[in-house]
């Protein structure tokens, strides 16, 4: 299998939160309804989605996992800053890092639960050779898997990037020289998939392409592997001690998380 591990629903919408609260139903007030403390973590799309699931099936007594489904990888930090929810299972560290330099954010990305693979696609190319000068690149608009993307570029010798810059945070104000004349816009995440079918090559990352049946090692033309970028469960620093946040780590870790993730061959976009 291609995913690798790092650690061994009914969904509900934004509109159902109760603001500055985060668990619902007649609670007490310790937050609890009828002995049980329910977490509410935002989730975006498969797998973390259905991995949360299994999570919620492995929490320890006492607790109850309520995913919260979003539309975008900005509300789960928003919310999670906030404290109306318990935790975020969306992002990789350095993600979550933008959010906290960017916003004054103070989330802390407290297990790493697994590592995907990012790669760039093309549907009417094969190889990066056959990619004609002035082929249209885009690749992610956010600062980390923008400068993820213009590292897999830089290592395939597509561009050069200044080598003062630390790696993987790079932007085209860094790139020296573009021999190919490559043109390199940038998209919102969600915008990816669209970006697929116009332009020429296309960096995505997994929740997105897996939509369009893409596979990185069948379809990708460059393709990273590194473990830097694993999408992890986040909390608020205040939390990070607590007795809830570890139940969320022993569940999300359990023997079941990682069965469902070796049960899955060849997952699209994996």
């Known amino acids: 299998m291609k995913l690798r591990l790092l650690a061994g629903a009914t969904a509900i919408t934004l509109a159902a939160l109760t603001v500055g609260c985060a668990t619902g139903g007649e609670e007490g007030a310790d937050g609890t309804e009828g002995g049980v403390e329910t977490l509410q973590v935002?989730?975006?799309?498969?797998?973390?989605?259905?991995?949360t699931e299994v999570a919620a099936e492995e929490i320890a007594d006492g607790y109850e996992i309520e995913p919260v489904e979003v539309s975008d990888y900005v509300q789960p930090n928003v919310l999670l800053?906030?404290?109306?929810?318990?935790?975020?299972?969306v992002q990789h560290e350095d993600f979550l890092e933008d959010?906290?330099?960017?916003?004054?954010?103070?989330?802390?990305?407290?297990?790493p639960i697994y590592v995907v693979v990012v790669a760039f696609y093309s549907r009417e190319y094969a190889s990066i050779e056959e990619l004609p000068d002035g082929a249209s690149i885009v690749i992610s608009n956010d600062s980390s898997n923008g400068?993820?993307?213009l590292q897999m570029l830089a290592d395939a010798g597509l561009i050069t990037l200044d080598p003062e810059v630390e790696q993987y945070t790079a932007t085209q104000q860094d790139i020296i020289e573009n021999p190919h004349d490559f043109e390199i816009t940038e998209v919102g995440l969600p915008q990816l998939n669209t970006a697929y079918e116009e332009a020429d090559m296309v960096f995505n990352v997994p929740s997105y392409a897996r939509q369009m049946d893409l596979r990185p090692y069948e379809d990708g033309l460059l393709v990273e592997d590194d473990t830097r970028f694993a999408v992890g469960l986040a909390v608020h620093k205040?939390?990070?001690?607590?007795?809830?946040?570890?139940a969320l780590i022993d569940a999300y870790t359990s023997d079941a998380v990682r069965a469902m993730l070796e049960e899955v061959e060849e997952p699209a976009a994996f």
């Open 42 to 51: 935002a989730v975006t799309v498969p797998p973390m989605s259905t991995l």
């Open 99 to 111: 959010y906290n330099e960017e916003n004054g954010g103070n989330l802390v990305l407290v297990q």
């Open 81 to 89: 800053n906030n404290q109306e929810i318990d935790a975020n299972f």
């Open 147 to 149: 400068g993820r993307a």
């Open 238 to 246: 205040d939390d990070v001690d607590s007795p809830a946040t570890q």
